[in-house]
């Protein structure tokens, strides 16, 4: 299944970290606790109810080992971040 294509930055950036999220295997609550932003916060951003300030989306990506530039990126792929986790792990 093809995914959605982003119409902003906000769509942009919560339909990848969520793909990241689930790709690491984390919950919400886990990357909630990770970022120190509250469970239903990351929820309501990844389902993208709620625009995140700059701080808390760095903090985001910052808790899933990432840029912001990389999440905000339209041509964001996730093969790039398994194979760079994929490399850690070795």
Known sequence: MKKPVPTSA???FSQNIGLVRRVKNL???KLAE???LHRTYVGQIERGDVTPTLDAAE???QALN???WEVLHPDF???AIIHR???KGS
Do not use: G, H
């Open 85 to 87: 986790e994929q490399k």
């Open 77 to 79: 792929s996730l093969d």
């Open 34 to 36: 990770t970022a120190d």
């Open 10 to 12: 906000k769509d942009t």
């Open 66 to 68: 990432l840029e912001l």
């Open 59 to 61: 903090r985001v990506a």
């Open 27 to 29: 919950s919400q609550e």
